[in-house]
């Protein structure tokens, strides 16, 4: 495969991932702001810096508003990382690698992007925003049910993988950095509602809401909370499930091209550094610690895998 | 349907009365109700841009991308005339190959003085660094798009020869593949012939024509300009549907005496390059130094046998129009034979008393410059305003031999499905023919273009035209 289609598949995928995490935050926050309207500013605050988009938005906003925050995250075309400007990214990257996909993806991502187009042409009031963030979600899942049930399980499958885990894990860890400190012990004392509000926020950003009952009931802490979103291996957007996804795609390729990547021994080890940690060890040395490393990780392997498999020459 | 009896009407002749090629059809059409008829024209537009068949107009920002309109009343051309056309194209495709190897070795045909030296000397599209050279097999247009027009029950014209990068295949396939999704109960009852073998046939082409340097399967892939080219669909479409590489000039380099791409392992070496760029971009080292678009050094690799570039670099020269015009001599001198498919007569207002005889006549004439393509800096007298007149006249005496001029010609008309129901719009066709070293073979369809307006003779896209699907019968 050439290299700029294996970095064609690997964008286009964090693309549409990055797009629909962007949206499950937007959601999340239009809750918040919803039921507690005297920190509504502050929270639309956290979601913009959960984005990692702080400046740009102060760029072209002066107050955190619904409307300001919603237009900017979700249809401002001069803002690169907007859904509309993200979700025609991912086309221009699908048009650019089309002949590795099936006519199926292919259209379920053209036909985001055309649904998004008219959907987003004129500013969204708060009453059509539900409709509007499941209309985006339904796209990229189609868009996902496509890839999963047309691909070859192949090299261009793991590329593709590649982008979305990537971009999971980093989307992730933002939202339990951001959110870190309503997650610290010395302030999480029970009972009070907002931080109910704020724990059910950090599992509504990751759609784990309901996956969390499962597994540790109805009554949110927030050590087990962390420890869910980072050590899960059953839960799909945890960091540890991301990693493990990685590995496993970057293990394929080995497979595949019967020869073993630099950035293959570089993200088992990673994960394998991981493994060697408890909730409570992160904690003893600190979640934002723990996390800003995470993420540094988790771009020096992006970098790498580039790198590897000759994105750009 | 309104049918104005100047022209020739393919479903009605130049009469009322259905010919024969229409029938089936027509008994169909009888039962459909208008109405449904308009619906599945929306259907159509809704799959063609789902699908992405779009194309960008130069002079627009990138990301407008424009379909192509689509008419659902099929152009349907019977198994008797199709052999007979394809027994001209073959002529005169063979004749093209044999041309473009005696312009690049021996030149006989100037010896013999059927066509002036300077005609060759002095033109931009022959290409010096091809000479004494001989790509694999001899076949220098492995793909060409041949322009027809039709003004009677058994009169055709070539128009055009297109031997460089004829483009618009992609619409011969997917107008096909939306009329099965659309009236898939007309293809039960009416035995029209497969277009659909296309991409096999290119692919088999392709790789019979690998360069001695190729080992095992070839290697083939098609360059492209990237994402933002008119044609972009169609490059990705070929490369989809040959399952073979889609590349630009910038994944590509010279590794080891090959031309080779940059893939997930490293360099791979490209047997056969399905190249849609034009020779100025090919390599900036030997044309355009400022091109990014090609590959530098590509043309030592190709002269030294380690690739097959098609069409090869230096087509332009049979395509021309300035050499249009000897194209009857042509085909007589290489075959044997007289041209099977006519010509249309040519004023090259190079020569005075051919210059003085359009400038007479302008109103009456087609007029097209040399170089030029897709229906720019073109003039249809007939249509054409007194200033519009007047401005051209003025470009032809400031540079005569820029200039070729032709009657204007009487195009056939089928109908399309208008507002007001059907009504005859002219058309023109362009047959694809791919040359291998097993022969030439011309798909049973193309791409019939066809002027939406009332009245207009420009079946471009660029201006505003549309395409229709091409049946051919077994009969």
Known sequence: MLGKTAGGLYWMFRYLERSENTARLVDAGFRIALTHSSVAEDEWKSVISTAGQKIAFNERHDRYTSANVVDFLLRDISHPASIMSMTEAARSNARMVRTALTREVWEATNECCMVLRSLLEKPIADRDLPFALRTIRQHSALVRGALHGTMLRNEIFNFARMGTFIERAESTARILDVKYYVLLPSVSFVGSSLDNVQWETILRSVSAATAYRQVHGSEPAAQTIADFLIFDKRMPRSLAFCRSKINSNLAYLADEYNERSACLDLSEAMSLRMAEQSIDDVFEH???????????????????????????? | MNNDSRFFNEMLGHGSERRAPYAEYGAWLDGEDVQRLHQMSGEAEVFFRRTGITFNVYGEPASTERLIPFDVVPRIISGREWDKLVKGIDQRVRAINAFLHDIYHR??????????AELIAKNDAYLPQMAGFSPPSNIYTHIVGVDLVRTGQDEFYVLEDNARTPSGVSYMLENRETMLQ???????????????????????????????????????????????NSAYYEHSFLADQMGVYLVEGQDLRIVDGRVAMRTTRGYTPIDVLYRRIDDDFLDPLTFNPHSLLGVPGIMDIYRAGGITITNAPGTGISDDKAIYSYMPEIVEFYTGQPALLKNVETYRCSEPDSLAYVLDNLSELVVKEVHGSGGYGMLVGPAASTAEL?????????????????????????????????????????????????????????????????????VNSSQGGGTKDTWVLED
Do not use: M
Request: hydrophobic share 45%.
């Open chain 2, 182 to 228: 659309l009236f898939p109960e007309l293809f039960t009852r009416i035995p029209v012939k497969r277009v659909q073998t296309y991409p096999a046939t290119l692919h088999r082409a392709l790789s019979a024509c690998a360069p001695a340097a190729a080992r095992n399967a070839p290697v083939v892939a098609i360059l492209t300009p990237g994402i933002h």
């Open chain 2, 107 to 116: 030149q006989e045909i100037i010896k013999a003085g059927r066509i002036p």
């Open chain 2, 390 to 458: 007047a401005a051209f006249e003025a470009k032809l005496r400031a540079r005569p031999s820029n200039y070729i001029a032709q009657p204007t010609l009487a195009l056939s008309t089928v109908p399309i499905l208008s507002d007001a129901g059907l009504a005859p719009r002219h058309v023109d066709l362009r047959p694809y023919v791919i040359v291998s070293p097993s022969g030439v073979e011309v798909t049973p369809g193309g791409l019939t273009r066809v002027a939406l307006k009332e009245g207009s003779l420009v």
């Open chain 1, 286 to 313: 600190g979640l934002h610690y723990f996390i800003q490393d995470f993420i540094r990780q988790n771009n020096i392997l992006s970098h790498k895998i580039e790198e590897d498999f000759r994105f750009n020459g």
